[in-house]
């Protein structure tokens, strides 16, 4: 009956009966009741602990609980209290069709009929999406808190579909109830809810939006999914799993901010510094299967380079450094490689430069790093120059050598003392900076291979512009290094300037081999270390050589076969025949000098033999031909000479480089005349003196004569015969050459550039003012100069330089070991002697002429003694 009160029977815990008519939505009324019927006020029930029963209220059986407790979750689906709870009819539209799209049982799925239903309600009424977003969240949020996972997973589809069919200008009134909810599903403990909400992140990351956010904000999903590229679950499968649901939320991460510059700057060094090293870790990852943590790495980090404008290049490669740095990666070589050569493929080619450079000031900053660190970062550079061939080094490029080259040089330093370190206390070994040098002369080439032709002239003029050269550029040395670290440093910028010649390519030699170049280059010939001498004529031989022949002729024979060898040849032209008319008594004569050394060995013989065929190939003219032969003949000469300082493998090895280059010059171009006397030759000392033949000398165990060198006229090359053969010939115009024997002339810079420091050069001049100045002073003499006297001193002049030689020697080893009293007591009497003189110099100045009648006049005042009034001076 009405008004009778019935008996309700225990509520749950924490659940009140609402007040039916608190609040109702809006143009909603209560319903009207019956005339006389009134509606009884509902007592409120408050909380009842588990397990405790009201008395006087019967106990529900478990069946009408759950119905009871089905029901108060259908009550909880409100956000607020009302008849709305309770009559399903009247709540809102969205929120009955949100509902509705939940099936009975969670594994059914998503309700796809009245998912569409949700779908075209949204499309049609924009303005509540936000509702509808806050809605689903609402309900996601308190499935999650109950743990029902199905449920929480097809809220999570619900509301990628409703993204995706939203159009662009209507998407941000679900952004932030959609990225609310991620955050709830990222903070969970749940690995498949890590998956589930990366996954939604992508599938919002791949939308293209139109309109602007000024609101947004990603700096958690920044931080969540870099942590979980770090996952070290105890299971493998979900650790991979996690780690590449981390990977592709950061490739989410980028795609959706990278383009917009009204979102967050992911290239922030705070965001960079998360990114970065979280894929770099999975980078190192050696299983690169498809769907693997290193293969989705590779693609992300790939797409995040890409994307990197000029601005952003630093930001992004700072990180990667610092990572190597940490965790030791340098010295393994393989992975900081492999990392670079992903940074140079992915960035634009135009900000190539930007990488060598950080590189190249990261170097500098691990000077003080063992060189196992410092190798390891100077063969990056060297994959790194290779790769970015196509580009350029940027406006700095003699800075990137400048670089190289110091490192170079605090190498030898630290190969010297033992440490690399100002406190002696980090020991180095020489074979580990062996390596580190090594590395940074191959990417000195490196470099230099990726630069247009005149930018590889300059750098190598800025190299030879670094080489201590003795009596040139004495101070450019190592100053701690001392006389055997200058060399040391010799030999490495040489090295280094021979990688940068090899792939040197010029269309003459003008260009090839400047002045300015040339001379520093040639003093190094007349050197006393072989090495550097080798070096010498390697790098001559590679400039030279712009047809690539030098490999074809490295080998030294008499049975060469210019039609098997297949030589590249060509008319020399105007601009050669100028630098031979300039240069080539210069470069002869360094040639006739340095196969005067006694330490020559086979390399510098086959060396010297490959020079001067790649000379008589590039410059195919009759004029340099007989030049070559004159000078043949001159070194045939050398060798026969009595000079004690040529061993017997010298002199055999010079025979052996005549036989072998005149076998390959009559092939050239000379009449046949001249190829059937180097045949005769040839076979008369295969058959009584095989050591005169490059085949038995030039090899891994030369067979030499026992005892003294004596070589019959029948195994030399006669100058006459050849100028017969040559007769009648477009070669004849210059046989007269042939006639002249061939004898160089020392300069003041071959003088110079065997002095081992400035002190030598010093000294030396000392020595010879002191031997001009102890002579007596004598008359002067008038003898008639005639041909034959001028003859004779141009024959006598062997000798002299032989005395000369021996008179600096003397002087070098007496300022090199008498004590420092000696030296001093020995400059301190120059110098008296040099005021003596100029005091009488000064003296027959100022002193007047005799006069007629023979009495000596009055001693005047010398001027620089006079004293002149100060109105005078002026």
Same mark, same amino acid.
């Given at each position: 009956?009405p008004?009778?009160l019935?008996?309700f029977p225990?509520?749950?815990r924490?659940?009140?009966?609402?007040?039916l008519?608190s609040?109702?939505?809006?143009?909603?009324n209560?319903?009207?009741?019956p005339?006389?019927?009134?509606?009884p006020?509902?007592?409120?029930?408050?909380?009842?602990?588990r397990?405790v029963?009201?008395?006087?209220?019967?106990?529900?059986?478990e069946a009408?609980?759950?119905?009871?407790?089905?029901?108060?979750?259908?009550?909880d689906?409100?956000?607020?209290?009302?008849?709305?709870?309770?009559c399903w009819?009247?709540?809102?539209?969205?929120?009955?069709?949100?509902?509705?799209?939940?099936?009975e049982?969670?594994?059914?799925?998503?309700?796809k009929?009245?998912?569409?239903?949700?779908?075209?309600?949204?499309?049609?009424?924009?303005?509540?999406?936000?509702?509808?977003?806050?809605?689903?969240?609402?309900?996601?949020?308190?499935?999650?808190?109950r743990?029902?996972y199905g449920?929480?997973?097809?809220?999570m589809?619900?509301?990628e579909q409703?993204?995706?069919?939203?159009?662009?200008?209507s998407?941000?009134?679900?952004?932030?109830?959609?990225?609310?909810?991620?955050?709830?599903?990222?903070?969970?403990?749940?690995?498949?809810?890590?998956v589930?909400?990366?996954n939604?992140?992508?599938?919002f990351?791949?939308?293209?939006?139109?309109?602007?956010?000024?609101?947004?904000?990603?700096?958690?999903?920044?931080?969540?999914?870099?942590e979980?590229?770090h996952?070290?679950?105890?299971?493998?499968?979900?650790?991979?799993?996690?780690?590449?649901?981390?990977?592709?939320?950061?490739?989410?991460v980028?795609?959706?901010t990278?383009?917009?510059?009204l979102?967050?700057?992911?290239w922030?060094?705070?965001?960079?510094?998360?990114?970065?090293p979280?894929?770099?870790?999975?980078l190192?990852?050696?299983h690169?299967?498809?769907?693997?943590?290193?293969?989705?790495t590779?693609?992300?980090?790939?797409?995040?380079?890409?994307?990197?404008?000029?601005?952003?290049?630093?930001?992004?490669?700072?990180p990667?450094?610092?990572?190597?740095?940490?965790?030791s990666?340098?010295?393994?070589?393989?992975?900081?490689?492999?990392?670079?050569?992903?940074?140079?493929?992915?960035?634009?080619s135009?900000?190539?430069?930007?990488?060598?450079?950080?590189?190249?000031?990261h170097?500098?900053?691990?000077s003080r790093?063992?060189?196992?660190?410092?190798?390891?970062?100077?063969e990056v550079?060297?994959?790194?120059?290779?790769?970015?061939?196509?580009?350029s080094?940027?406006?700095?490029?003699?800075?990137?050598?400048?670089?190289?080259?110091?490192?170079?040089?605090q190498?030898?330093?630290?190969?010297?003392?033992?440490?690399?370190d100002?406190?002696?206390?980090?020991?180095?070994?020489?074979?580990?900076?062996?390596?580190?040098?090594d590395a940074?002369?191959?990417?000195i080439g490196?470099?230099?291979?990726?630069l247009?032709v005149?930018?590889?002239?300059?750098?190598?003029?800025?190299?030879?512009?670094?080489?201590?050269?003795?009596g040139?550029?004495p101070?450019?040395?190592?100053?701690?290094?001392?006389?055997?670290?200058?060399?040391?440093?010799?030999?490495?910028?040489?090295?280094s300037?021979l990688?940068?010649?090899?792939?040197?390519?010029?269309?003459?030699?003008l260009?090839?081999?400047?002045?300015?170049?040339l001379e520093?280059?040639?003093?190094?010939?007349?050197?006393?270390?072989?090495e550097i001498?080798?070096?010498?004529?390697?790098?001559?031989?590679?400039?030279?050589d712009?047809?690539?022949?030098?490999a074809?002729?490295?080998?030294v024979s008499?049975?060469f076969?210019?039609?098997v060898?297949?030589?590249?040849?060509?008319?020399?032209s105007?601009?050669?025949?100028?630098?031979?008319?300039?240069?080539?008594?210069?470069?002869y004569?360094?040639?006739?000098l340095a196969?005067?050394?006694?330490n020559?060995?086979?390399s510098h013989y086959?060396?010297?033999?490959?020079?001067l065929?790649?000379?008589?190939?590039? $410059?195919?003219?009759?004029?340099?031909? =007989? *030049?070559? #032969?004159? &000078?043949?003949?001159?070194?045939?000469e050398?060798?026969? @000479?009595?000079q004690?300082?040529?061993?017997?493998?010298?002199?055999?090895?010079?025979?052996?480089?005549?036989a072998?280059?005149?076998?390959?010059?009559?092939q050239l171009?000379?009449p046949?005349?001249?190829?059937?006397?180097?045949?005769?030759?040839?076979?008369?000392?295969?058959?009584e003196?095989?050591?005169?033949?490059?085949?038995?000398?030039?090899?891994?165990?030369?067979?030499?004569?026992?005892?003294?060198?004596?070589v019959?006229?029948a195994?030399?090359f006669?100058?006459?015969?050849i100028?017969?053969?040559?007769a009648?010939?477009s070669?004849?115009?210059?046989?007269?050459?042939?006639?002249?024997?061939?004898t160089?002339?020392?300069?003041d810079?071959d003088? $110079?550039s065997?002095?081992?420091?400035? =002190? *030598?050069? #010093?000294? &030396?001049?000392?020595?010879?003012d002191l031997?001009?100045? @102890?002579?007596?002073?004598?008359?002067?003499?008038?003898?008639?100069i005639?041909?034959?006297m001028?003859k004779?001193?141009?024959?006598?002049?062997?000798?002299v330089?032989?005395e000369e030689?021996?008179?600096?020697m003397?002087?070098v080893?007496?300022f090199?070991t008498a004590?420092?009293?000696?030296?001093?007591?020995?400059?301190?009497?120059?110098?008296?002697l040099l005021?003596?003189?100029?005091n009488?110099?000064?003296d027959?100045?100022?002193?007047?002429?005799?006069s007629?009648?023979g009495?000596?006049?009055h001693?005047?005042?010398p001027?620089?003694e006079?004293?002149?009034?100060?109105?005078?001076?002026?």
């Open positions: 009956m008004g009778t019935h008996s225990s509520m749950p924490g659940v009140t009966m609402p007040s008519f609040s109702l939505p809006r143009g909603v209560p319903p009207s009741l005339r006389g019927v009134t509606m006020t509902l007592p409120s029930f408050p909380s009842i602990p397990g029963t009201i008395p006087g209220l019967p106990a529900v059986p009408p609980r759950r119905l009871l407790q089905d029901c108060c979750s259908v009550l689906h409100q956000t607020s209290g009302g008849l709305c709870g309770c009819a009247l709540r809102p539209r969205y929120k009955r069709l949100v509902d509705n799209i939940f099936p049982n969670p594994e059914d799925g998503l309700v009929a009245n998912m569409e239903k949700l779908t075209f309600f949204a499309l049609s009424a924009p303005e509540k999406l936000d509702r509808i977003a806050a809605y689903l969240s609402e309900r996601l949020t308190r499935e999650l808190n743990h029902r449920y929480v997973c097809i809220a589809e619900a509301m409703l993204l995706l069919a939203c159009r662009c200008q998407i941000n009134l679900l952004v932030e109830s959609f990225l609310s909810t991620l955050r709830l599903l990222l903070e969970a403990d749940r690995p498949h809810l890590h589930l909400a990366t939604s992140f992508v599938k990351a791949n939308i293209e939006e139109d309109t602007p956010s000024y609101h947004r904000s990603y700096d958690f999903f920044v931080s969540r999914f870099s979980m590229c996952s070290d679950h105890n299971d493998p499968d979900t650790q991979i799993k996690i780690r590449v649901s981390g990977i592709r939320g950061l490739q989410g980028v795609r959706k990278v383009d917009d510059e979102q967050v700057n992911i922030e060094p705070r965001h960079m510094e998360q990114i970065v979280a894929l770099l870790v999975n190192q990852r050696s690169c299967n498809s769907g693997s943590p290193a293969e989705q590779e693609v992300c980090f790939r797409e995040l380079l890409g994307r990197a404008a000029y601005c952003h290049i630093n930001n992004a490669i700072r990667v450094l610092m990572h190597l740095d940490s965790h990666l340098w010295e393994g070589r393989g992975f900081a490689v492999r990392c670079f050569q992903i940074i140079m493929y992915s960035i634009q135009q900000h190539s430069h930007l990488v060598i450079q950080q590189l190249l000031g170097l500098d900053a691990n790093s063992p060189a196992s660190v410092r190798a390891g970062i100077v550079l060297s994959e790194a120059a290779v790769i970015e061939a196509t580009g080094v940027g406006p700095t490029v003699l800075e990137v050598f400048n670089t190289l080259l110091r490192q170079l040089r190498s030898v330093d630290y190969q010297l003392t033992g440490y690399y100002n406190a002696g206390k980090q020991e180095t070994t020489s074979t580990e900076e062996k390596t580190l040098q940074v002369i191959r990417t490196s470099f230099a291979n990726t247009p005149y930018q590889r002239s300059e750098v190598m003029l800025f190299i030879m512009g670094k080489i201590p050269v003795p040139i550029y101070a450019l040395g190592s100053p701690n290094a001392g006389f055997e670290g200058s060399r040391m440093i010799q030999v490495m910028l040489l090295k300037l990688q940068v010649s090899e792939r040197y390519e010029s269309s003459n030699l260009t090839a081999l400047p002045s300015s170049f520093p280059l040639l003093s190094f010939t007349l050197m006393e270390d072989p001498r080798l070096l010498v004529l390697s790098i001559l031989t590679s400039l030279i712009r047809r690539h022949n030098a074809r002729l490295a080998s008499v049975t076969d210019v039609s060898l297949e030589l590249k040849e060509d008319r020399c105007r601009q050669d025949s100028l630098f031979m008319r300039k240069h080539t008594q210069r470069l004569r360094h040639v006739y196969c005067r050394e006694e020559n060995g086979r086959q060396a010297l033999f490959t020079l065929a790649v000379l008589s190939v590039e $410059l195919v003219n009759e004029e340099v031909l =007989v *030049d070559l #032969i004159q &000078l043949v003949l001159a070194l045939q050398l060798a026969l @000479s009595n004690p300082s040529l061993s017997v493998f010298n002199r055999c090895g010079l025979h052996a480089i005549c072998g280059f005149l076998a390959l010059l009559s171009g000379p046949p005349a001249l190829r059937q006397h180097v045949t005769q030759v040839t076979e008369s000392r295969q058959k003196a095989p050591y005169l033949l490059p085949e038995d000398v030039l090899c891994d165990k030369p067979r030499l004569p026992e005892g003294e060198l004596k019959d006229e195994f030399l006669v100058q006459s015969k100028c017969e053969s040559l009648g010939s070669y004849s115009a210059h046989c007269e050459r042939l006639n002249t024997p061939y160089p002339q020392l300069t810079e003088r $110079l065997r002095r081992k420091s400035i =002190v *030598d050069i #010093i000294s &030396l001049q000392m020595d010879t031997q001009s100045s @102890s002579d007596p002073p004598q008359k002067p003499q008038t003898e008639q005639t041909f034959e001028l004779n001193t141009i024959e006598d002049r062997g000798p330089e032989e030689r021996r008179k600096r003397q002087v080893e007496r090199q004590p420092f009293e000696e030296i001093a007591a020995l400059c301190g009497s120059r110098t008296s005021h003596s003189k100029l009488r110099v000064f027959l100045i100022v002193r007047p002429p005799p007629p009648s009495q000596s006049p001693r005047s005042t001027l620089y006079m004293k002149f009034p100060d109105l005078c001076v002026y």
